[in-house]
Nanobody, 115 residues
Framework: QVQLVESGGGLVQAGGSLTLSCAAS????????MGWYRQAPGNQRELVAT???????VYADSVKGRFTISRDNVKNTIYLQMNSLKPEDGAMYYC?????????WGQGTQVTVSS
């Protein structure tokens, strides 16, 4: 079982920056692929970025060049550095852990971007 706790969300003006964190804890013998997803009101949950244990990353086209995902394997934590934020980036951001059997999700952290 894996528990995920997100933090770092908040209110920021367009063009600003925020950094999200997701700490993983529980029973796992290796560092699995993890990622960030988001869901805005009226929209479906969408992929933002993922990072494999070896550091390979994948980004949604909408955030590529503005967001950076990273991981600290010692702390079992991933981060999402968000720059040049746009109002359309506003959403609930969820941390994901890809397990061998099931995917685990955090409770989410709210990001609001004002214009």
């Amino acid at each position: 079982q894996v528990q995920l706790v997100e933090s770092g969300g908040g209110l920021v003006q367009a063009g600003g920056s925020l950094t999200l964190s997701c700490a993983a804890s529980g029973i796992f013998s290796s560092i699995n692929a993890m990622g960030w997803y988001r869901q805005a009101p009226g929209n479906q949950r969408e992929l933002v970025a993922t990072i494999a244990s070896g550091g390979r990353t994948v980004y949604a086209d909408s955030v590529k060049g503005r967001f950076t995902i990273s991981r600290d394997n010692v702390k079992n934590t991933i981060y999402l550095q968000m720059n040049s934020l746009k109002p359309e980036d506003g959403a609930m951001y969820y941390c994901n852990f890809k397990g061998a059997i099931v995917n685990y999700w955090g409770q989410g952290t709210q990001v609001t971007v004002s214009s």
